[in-house]
């Protein structure tokens, strides 16, 4: 079954700390993995996408990791901010070509992230 | 920045009635996902919409549950009749995607309708 794990469930840091979150999945076969963002009451907004080619990216103070031979992705957070307090939701999406390219996103159950003054 | 416009944010009403969703893509967008968002499930996909077409809505309890295009600008989830089960955050998404390769664009999500059915 494909599935995507997130650890930790929740995590509170200090302002100013690191901190990195870790995203396990299972699907197969692969198209892309994405991390999104998500403010309490708003939609999740996208921080990062990483095709099978890719093993890092960044997006300001967001750096994503991708290891597709382990099926393992992190997300590190640099210089925390108390505006990073959020949910943090990984998304594996399916891939295939032609007909089995079915595009399903699976989503992972996220990591709150609280950030602390 | 263009943003994906749910209507309405909030809703409360009785089992029984019959619940609509409205969401406006954002324009140029040919894509359009309809979520829903529990604290025990997570995002769960309920229907997907390309060029107005539905595509996949195997996560929708047909029975209850449709989902339209009328048109490129508006998107509609109905329940009728509701269950208290149904109490969630209803989240709609666009894209654009072409028919022919794999996208790696993101889904630019709104900012949902948090329904309570009693």
């Known amino acids: 079954k494909n599935q995507v794990e997130q650890s930790p469930q929740s995590l509170i840091i200090l302002e100013g700390k690191n901190c990195t979150l870790q995203c396990n999945y299972t699907v197969s076969p692969f198209s892309n993995l994405r991390w999104y963002k998500q403010d309490t009451g708003r939609g999740p907004v996208s921080l990062t996408i990483?095709?099978?080619?890719?093993n890092t990216k960044s997006n300001g103070r967001y750096t994503a990791t991708l290891d597709a031979d382990t099926k393992q992705s992190s997300l590190h957070i640099t210089a925390s901010q108390l505006s990073d307090s959020a949910s943090y939701i990984c998304?594996?999406?399916?891939?295939?070509?032609?007909?089995?390219?079915?595009?399903?996103?699976?989503f992972g159950q996220g990591t709150t992230l609280q950030v602390k003054p | 920045d263009a943003r994906v416009t749910q209507t309405p944010r909030h809703k409360v009403t009785e089992m029984g009635q019959e619940v609509t969703m409205r969401c406006q893509p954002i324009?140029?967008?040919?894509?359009v996902f309809w979520y829903r968002q529990t604290m025990m499930q997570g995002l769960e996909l309920l229907a997907y919409f390309r060029n107005r077409a539905p595509l996949d809505d195997s996560g929708m309890p047909k029975d209850r549950f449709s989902a339209e295009m009328p048109d490129a600008t508006l998107a509609t989830l109905k329940i009728q009749p509701s269950e208290p089960r149904d109490s969630a955050v209803y989240f709609c998404?666009?894209?654009?995607?072409?028919?022919?390769?794999?996208?790696?664009?993101?889904?630019?999500f709104g900012d949902g309708t948090r329904l309570s059915i009693l």
């Open positions: 990483m095709t099978f080619s890719e």
């Open positions: 324009l140029g967008h040919n894509t």
């Open positions: 998404a666009s894209g654009f995607r072409r028919a022919s390769a794999d996208s790696n664009q993101p889904q630019h």
């Open positions: 998304v594996v999406k399916e891939g295939g070509s032609g007909s089995s390219n079915t595009g399903k996103l699976i």
